[in-house]
């Protein structure tokens, strides 16, 4: 390393425990196959003190999908031929079913099992395990969108492909990862670590903040091929290295992985194969973050500039910003400055719908020269521009015909946003039941203020106040789900008959949209 590059790394490792603070950490940094950094700081486990070190056990979460699509593309080259598998585990789909492809890309059209979790009244610590993942994705019956329409992130996509390989090979999850992707790639502690209640060596993920304290995250989840991979940093190192290793190697598993991904209608797509593809610093970077009550990971490989970042945190910290301040560092790069503060508020804020997914989408005034976007699971801040629009490479929200539009190139998707304005009458307790999922919800007035909530098969589930969005337009809150990742607010849409009075509901979420539910009481 240069005396330069070396200087900005070691700046960079004196901040990162407290600018991202909770009780442990480690990342990795590595140029050209070379480790520029291997650190470890804090507590994997603060109540027993046993020290995070590169050789700590920890769930890797979501980066586990390029590992699943891995054995799928060595087992099987052409994953087409497994379309009937898929088909077969979707025996009450009334639709055209999704391929093996449009799962390795979140394109399937399927609903999110763990948000669909919260829709059958689980609690966020409840058991989740084979049953309980079984009756999820065996009950759908219709789909979100076309398969390869559009993209939505389903982890169940990727639990589908594991059990296809189970029974396709005769063999089980956790040993054709160990033979075929962890033991040539020298993983040597990698493992399927299945059950979150507890890792082998005690490693331990807190919720909470400095602020207020940590406290250790119950997890109750039985995952596999979507989430469970369990590696310490020296694993992850060893797969960066693979990866740089084989980089020229056309028929290597990642340069496969890697590969350019489109949908249906040919337009290019950021995500396939269990992995992201999008630009850092004005360079094109592939990698995955992962995630878990108590639990943060990132991983990402910049191949042009051979350069691999690794951060894991047992803590809820963002840990996609300290990998990109660490690749910010190895590329001598400063993040894009702030927009100047005093742009002028435009006059499109307020409330919508989407009307291809029928969610709420709320725009608000935020500092800084921003407007805040509330559609997804979480909110995200847009920087506005000279042109009346905000946003950039992502989500773009811009005057045009007829209105306001919302472009999210990621999705593929890019509608004229239909406006929401007043306030929503309150004449809409009651209970509802929704067929597809044999599920219900109630909404009740209590004491003058409306909440909601879900029952169904997985017990039920907390009533939550409802916020008000516009003309019969609410929001149930969910915070916290099984999933670190929640479904965020519920939009719930209210129709009525001709008489006026309100027959269904319309529930859904970025994970899981277009559910109707039928007045029943």
């Not at 999110?112 to 065996?138: C, K, N, Q």
Request: net charge negative; with cysteine; proline share 7%.
């Amino acid at each position: 390393m240069t005396t330069s590059l070396t200087a900005r790394l070691d700046r960079l490792l004196q901040t990162l425990p407290r600018t991202y603070a909770g009780p442990g950490g480690a990342v990795a940094v590595l140029r050209e196959g070379e480790v520029l950094v291997r650190h470890a700081w804090g507590y994997a486990n603060a109540e027993r003190r046993i020290a995070f070190t590169p050789r700590t056990l920890f769930r890797m979460c979501s980066i586990t999908k390029q590992f699943t699509c891995a054995l799928v593309m060595d087992a099987f080259p052409d994953p087409s031929v497994l379309d009937g598998d898929v088909r077969a585990r979707l025996p009450r789909l009334e639709e055209a079913p999704p391929g093996a492809l449009h799962l390795c890309h979140n394109q399937s059209g399927l609903r999110d099992y763990w948000a669909v979790a919260m829709l059958h009244g689980s609690p966020a610590e409840s058991p989740f395990g084979e049953t309980e993942a079984a009756r999820v994705i065996a009950g759908a019956r219709t789909l979100q969108f076309a398969p390869g329409a559009r993209y939505s992130y389903c982890n169940q996509n990727f639990r589908i492909l594991s059990d296809i390989l189970e029974a396709r090979t005769g063999r089980g999850f956790a040993e054709l990862l160990h033979s075929r992707i962890f033991e040539p790639a020298g993983m040597e502690r990698a493992l399927l670590a299945a059950d979150t209640r507890a890792m082998p060596d005690g490693t331990e993920g807190y919720e909470g903040a400095t602020a207020s304290g940590f406290r250790a995250a119950e997890n109750r989840i039985l995952w596999t091929g979507d989430a469970g991979l369990g590696a310490c940093l020296d694993d992850m190192i060893a797969w960066e290295r693979h990866i740089d290793a084989t980089r020229d190697d056309a028929d290597g598993l990642y340069n496969r992985l890697r590969g350019p991904v489109h949908f249906a209608d040919g337009a290019a797509a950021g995500y396939g194969f269990g992995l992201n593809r999008h630009l850092a610093f004005g360079r094109p970077v592939i990698g995955h973050a992962g995630g878990l009550r108590g639990w943060r990971s990132h991983r990402l490989y910049a191949p042009a500039e051979r350069v691999s970042v690794v951060a894991m945190f047992n803590h809820f910290a963002d840990v996609n910003a300290a990998a990109l301040d660490l690749l910010g560092a190895v590329l001598d790069e400063a993040r894009p400055p702030r927009p100047t503060p005093g742009a002028a508020a435009p006059d499109w804020l307020g409330a919508y719908v989407e009307p291809q997914t029928g969610l709420a989408t709320r725009i608000e005034a935020a500092p800084d020269g921003q407007v805040r976007l509330r559609y997804g699971h979480g909110a995200e801040l847009l920087d506005l521009q000279a042109d009346g629009a905000a946003g950039g490479e992502g989500p773009r929200l811009r005057p045009g015909e007829g209105g306001l539009w919302m472009d999210r190139p990621n999705d593929n998707q890019s509608s004229l946003l239909s406006p929401r304005l007043g306030a929503p009458a309150r004449d809409v307790a009651g209970r509802y039941r929704c067929e597809e999922l044999d599920a219900e919800l109630t909404v009740a007035d209590a004491g003058g203020v409306l909440h909601g909530g879900f029952q169904g098969f997985l017990g039920q589930g907390r009533m939550e106040l409802l916020e008000p969005v516009g003309p019969d337009l609410w929001a149930l809150p969910c915070p916290r789900a099984l999933d670190h990742t929640p479904p965020g607010d519920w939009t719930l849409a209210f129709a009525r008959g001709d008489d006026g009075r309100v027959v269904q509901v319309e529930v859904g979420c970025w994970l899981a949209r277009r559910l109707i539910y039928a007045r029943v009481g």
